[in-house]
């Protein structure tokens, strides 16, 4: 595959995300957003302008159809990602596509077959694995700093609604909606990071998953999907076990110039625990990592902590592994382990019972 000097991408929807989707190409030197296609084209205009974008389209195809175009960057609902992921690299374009990528694994099955036809390169875009004190935490953890990874505990609090980032009523109904979303806007759309955060750090695959999900009805055709707690168990020795807890904690105020959630993370290993006490929000006045090891604490204090960073530096990985001809993260087959993690879960809140991956990942 050649190499690009320049790389010019199109924008395939322009919602809220698109906010911080764009940073990674706004000030890069060797690329620019030169395209945007929405379907309200009134909205296209406007990030088109804000940009600096060449090219509105309010039409799919016929932003596929422009020879200008070299990759797209895939933003639209889920129910609608393979179709695009699909008509986006029968043009020939490279793909940058949002998490989670597809609903079910079939869906996902069906674009690395598209995939493995074409000469172009898909990535699936996870900002938290970007995000910089995630990354820190996965080079301590690398070096050594705290002995083998034994477990992974990962807490989110939910806050009250209103606060930070307005969402439109277009953009929750469909995450609301398990049939356009392909799970909960909890344990599946969010969810998707924090399986992720589980995988990170801990040299083994997922083997079992169980999971308690509480649904609440809000609407004939919404749900909510928390709290829950979700607990999880690596393959092979030394016997290693995860957990996420969801925290409904609606009247709450969370610090937030995003949505109205935080993240916490700690990896505790055979030597030593590793702590992240931010990500989306700002829930504590600490620093964002903390190492403890040998009876002594470290924190770290020089990491950017604006979750928008993580968009930033996700975008440029992007830009320079397809202008170098190599994979980004995440490919295909890495999106499918993580993807099929959410859907165990998933699987085990609604069947009352511990699920094997494998179950899963087999289609069964």
Known sequence: MPELEHLRVG????????????????D????????VCDADETLAARRAEQWGATRVYADLDRLLADPDVDAVEILTPHH????????ALSAGKHVSLQKPPTRTLDELDRIARAVDKSDRTLRVFENFSHYPPHTKAAELVADGA???????????????????????????????NPDTCGGGPTTFDHGYHCFQMGRMFVPAEIDRVHAFIHWTKLGEEAWIDGPALISWRYAGDPPRFGSWEVIASVGMRVRSRYYVSDDRLEIHGSEGIIWVNRCTGKLLDEPSVVLYREGETRAFHDLPTDWAESFRLGGHAFVDAIREGCQPAQDVSEARKTLAFALAAGRSAAEGREVALS??????
């Open 359 to 364: 179950e899963v990942s087999k289609g069964t």
């Open 146 to 176: 705290i002995g083998t990874p034994l477990s992974v505990r990962v807490k989110t609090a939910a806050g009250r609604f209103g606060d930070g980032w307005e969402v439109g009523p277009a953009s929750l109904a469909w995450r609301m």
């Open 80 to 87: 609608l990602h393979t179709d695009h992921a699909l008509a």
């Open 11 to 26: 924008f395939v929807g322009c919602g809220r995300i698109a906010d911080l989707q764009c940073l990674g190409y706004l």
């Open 28 to 35: 890069h030197p060797h690329a620019e957003i030169f395209a």
